[in-house]
């Protein structure tokens, strides 16, 4: 299977803290991108990452990339309960250069109040 | 930006009947995809969606069960044939954006089958 791999599967933290996501793929990429989905709904696009940086925040969302390792990580700081959801990491795939994504197998995050 | 239009939202369905989703985009594009989301797990994609030309599927999935209509650059069907239980499923249309930039996803149909 071409499918990213996330980690942890599951995360569980009280609001005020910081929760921090894995995600390893397993091509070249021209960008990864971060997505979140409430209870089985559609996804909400979090953030992108194009292959040439190595880190991006957005509100209080930081994204590392590190392309010799082929991982990102997304931290969400400072947590609230709305953050509640399961987030996924996609990526294109460079070698087939088609605009198909790939999705990591995702991490639900619970936020307790 | 892409706006898109899925439907229906969500249906129950007997087993051994099929179902068509529906997918309208705001503009022109010239691929669409098609996911599918079992429960609890991630996104996997069905077949790529060409106007002109036979959709492209990927490993594990066929025509015969999940027949493509692309008729126009602006919308595409999903049919999930001859369903069962194991074809429960949240299902998902998307486009790509420009070079670069965010996908776009419908809201997705939350597929039943009893």
């Known amino acids: 299977s071409q499918q990213g791999e996330e980690d942890p599967q599951a995360l569980s933290i009280q609001e005020g803290e910081n929760a921090t996501m894995n995600c390893s793929y397993k091509?070249?990429?021209?960008?990864l991108q971060w997505y979140r989905q409430n209870s089985g709904r559609g996804l909400v696009h979090l953030i992108l990452i194009r292959s040439n940086e190595r880190e991006k925040h957005s509100g209080r969302l930081r994204v590392t990339l590190d392309t010799s390792k082929k991982s990102s990580s997304l931290l969400i700081t400072a947590s609230r309960a709305a953050d509640t959801a399961s987030y996924f990491c996609a990526t294109d795939e460079v070698p087939y250069n088609t605009d198909k994504l790939i999705f990591g197998t995702g991490t639900r995050l619970q936020v307790f109040p | 930006s892409a706006v898109i239009s899925q439907k229906p939202s969500r249906d129950i369905c007997q087993r051994g009947t099929s179902l068509t989703i529906q997918c309208q985009v705001d503009?022109?594009?010239?691929?669409m995809f098609w996911y599918r989301q079992q429960p609890g797990q991630s996104l996997t994609l069905i077949a790529t969606a060409n106007q002109g030309s036979e959709a492209t599927y990927e490993s594990g999935f066929v025509i015969d069960k999940f027949p493509i209509s692309r008729p126009n650059l602006t919308f595409s069907t999903l049919t999930v044939s001859n369903m069962s239980p194991e074809d429960s499923s949240i299902y998902l249309c998307?486009?790509?954006?420009?070079?670069?930039?965010?996908?776009?996803f419908g809201q997705g149909t939350r597929l039943t089958v009893v």
């Open positions: 503009s022109q594009v010239t691929m």
């Open positions: 998307s486009v790509p954006g420009q070079v670069n930039t965010e996908a776009f």
């Open positions: 091509t070249s990429i021209n960008n």
